[in-house]
């Protein structure tokens, strides 16, 4: 008899295999593909790849890339917060960027990316929403997409420096009668600060910045913290335990991370 596994299963399996191996390699101080526990893989960023879209940037660590896009819109404030412009982050996770993604509406894993990815921004207070007010119960509406083009590791922090980059790239589109003028913009969006994540996950003993792929399949334990230039501003855990002594450890690490990309970022 042939059994014929999926993409998925064999993943499965291979991370089984392998974990003993990537264990001893750990406890020589490397990692699978050479880099230290704290080293990010080369992070590269364009922006304006979309040219109807009001910013975009396409973001790669490693071979993971995903695509940011910012478009705005009319919208109603929520009625909490009236004087308030809208922002919402959405993602997907394209079928042709891993063997693990499948068609149809959003998985629970995009729609925990679009959740990590909206809390650094949201949290940094890094947009002035104030200002998106138009008039009595009409706001502009401030639209992230995120679309995960390859998966290799890590698409959070990938989809984080996109959105950040994207940002960076938008232009306020002019109003005229309530209405958007598309195509015509009156300056740049202001960014206060740059908001960035850094996901590291635990393996043994082991903290590793920036997992692969390989070392996302056998991990126990992911934390992803947001900094901005002057403070923490996120915090998402997976499961497993995390100790004080870690958690302090993990938020230096992000300090330090942060400010390097937020380097490339202004470059």
Not at 115 to 136: G, M, P, Q, T
Request: one cysteine or more.
């Amino acid at each position: 008899m042939v059994i014929i596994m999926g993409e998925e299963t064999k993943d499965i399996i291979m991370s089984t295999i392998r974990r003993d191996v990537m264990k001893g390699t750990l406890q020589s101080g490397v990692r699978f593909d050479g880099r230290a526990f704290d080293e990010y893989r080369k992070i590269e960023i364009q922006k304006s790849v979309i040219k109807t879209a009001e910013g975009s940037a396409v973001a790669n660590i490693g071979n993971t890339k995903v695509l940011a896009a910012v478009k705005f819109d009319i919208m109603t404030p929520f009625p909490d917060r009236p004087g308030l412009g809208v922002f919402i982050t959405n993602a997907e996770h394209l079928p042709t960027a891993s063997s693990s993604f499948e068609p149809g509406p959003p998985r629970e894993e995009s729609i925990e990316m679009a959740r990590v990815v909206d809390r650094a921004i949201r949290s940094a207070e890094c947009i002035d929403l104030e200002s998106f007010f138009i008039e009595k119960d009409k706001v502009l509406g401030l639209f992230i997409d995120l679309y995960v083009l390859d998966h290799t590791g890590n698409y959070t922090d990938t989809a984080n420096i996109a959105a950040t980059a994207a940002l960076l790239d938008t232009k306020m589109p002019k109003l005229e009668d309530g209405a958007i003028i598309r195509g015509e913009y009156t300056g740049p969006l202001k960014v206060s600060s740059l908001p960035i994540s850094t996901t590291m996950v635990k393996v043994d003993d082991y903290w590793l910045v920036d997992p692969s792929r390989d070392e996302e399949l056998i991990q126990e334990t992911v934390l992803t913290i947001g900094t901005t230039e002057k403070h923490v501003c996120s915090m998402q855990k997976g499961r497993g335990a995390v100790t004080k002594d870690e958690l302090l450890n993990g938020i230096d690490i992000a300090f330090k991370s942060g400010n390097d990309i937020r380097k490339v970022l202004k470059g």
